[in-house]
């Protein structure tokens, strides 16, 4: 049974920082691209950051490039979303997303999110 489980966020005042984590479960975590994406209330859902099976490749929205940064660690399978500098346009759901993009395909799955809000 594939479980993502985010934790990390919460309320934080503009230009602080948090981490997100996403721990993984029920699957093969070295095989599986994984990303973060964001929902605000009344935004459609959007990729905020991507990491390959590997490692070897990150991607960012262009909102958030230079302010976050995105890495996995294999032996906790876990994936990880620093977010520094935050801006009240930051406030969003953040939910964790795993895909296999290698044969044989699988996913996408999805956390259930973890709010962050930055408000003074």
């Known amino acids: 049974q594939v479980q993502l489980v985010e934790s990390g966020g919460g309320l934080v005042q503009p230009g602080g920082s948090l981490r997100l984590s996403c721990a993984a479960s029920g699957f093969t975590f070295s095989t599986y691209t994984m990303s973060w994406y964001r929902q605000a209330p009344g935004k459609e859902r959007e990729l905020v950051a991507d990491?390959?099976?590997?490692?070897?490749?990150?991607n960012y929205a262009d909102s958030v490039k230079g302010r976050f940064t995105m890495s996995r660690d294999y032996a906790k399978n876990t994936v990880y979303l620093q977010m520094n500098s935050l801006k009240p346009e930051d406030t969003a759901v953040y939910y964790c997303n795993a895909r296999r993009r290698t044969w044989p395909l699988r996913g996408p799955y999805w956390g259930q999110g973890t709010q962050v809000t930055v408000s003074s």
């Open positions: 990491i390959t099976s590997a490692a070897d490749s990150t």
